[in-house]
C-alpha cells in the first residue's frame, strides 16, 4: 500500500516523540510517498526547534542521519496543481504538495497535522488515523 507522509510524521520519528512506535507501525510494509520538499521542510523543522531551544546540533545531526535511513520516494509535485489547491483550501503550498501527491497517487495521507488532515478530506482525501 502506498501512503503519503507529511513532515509532522517524519519529525516525530526522528526526534523520538511519543508517538513512533504508532506511526512506525502504522507504516510497515507501506510503500511511502512525499513531495520532493520533505528534505528541505525537515530542516526547516530541525531550525525551528534551534529557535526553540529544543534541540542540539548534535541531536539535529543524529536525526537527520535517521531521516535518511527512512525509505521514502520523494515526488516531483505539479505547481499549478498545488497552488490551486492551496487557493482553494486557504492553505499553504508547502501543505498543498502533500494533498496533491496524495490526489496524484491516489494514497492515504498520513499526518499529525489536524489542519492539513481536515484541509485533505474536503476534496476527498483520506487520511490515516493515529
Same mark, same amino acid.
Given at each position: 500500500?502506498?501512503?503519503?507522509?507529511?513532515?509532522?510524521? /517524519?519529525?516525530?520519528?526522528? %526526534?523520538?516523540?511519543? =508517538?513512533?512506535? /504508532?506511526?512506525?507501525?502504522? %507504516?510497515?510494509?507501506? =510503500?511511502?510517498?512525499?513531495?520532493s520538499s520533505l528534505p528541505f521542510e525537515i530542516g526547516n523543522a530541525i531550525s525551528a526547534m534551534f529557535k526553540r531551544n529544543r534541540i542540539s546540533l548534535d541531536q539535529a545531526l543524529y536525526a537527520l542521519e535517521a531521516f535518511e535511513k527512512i525509505p521514502v520516494q520523494l515526488c516531483d509535485v505539479n505547481l499549478n496543481k498545488s497552488v490551486e489547491l492551496a487557493q482553494l483550501l486557504g492553505i499553504y503550498a508547502y501543505d498543498a504538495y502533500f494533498i496533491e501527491c496524495a490526489q496524484t497517487y491516489k494514497s492515504p495521507l498520513f499526518s499529525l497535522d489536524h489542519g492539513l488532515i481536515e484541509a485533505a478530506s474536503k476534496i476527498g482525501i483520506k487520511s490515516i488515523e493515529v
Open positions: 500500500m502506498k501512503i503519503v507522509i507529511d513532515t509532522s510524521i /517524519v519529525i516525530a520519528v526522528i %526526534t523520538n516523540e511519543k =508517538h513512533k512506535p /504508532v506511526l512506525i507501525n502504522k %507504516t510497515k510494509a507501506a =510503500h511511502l510517498l512525499a513531495p
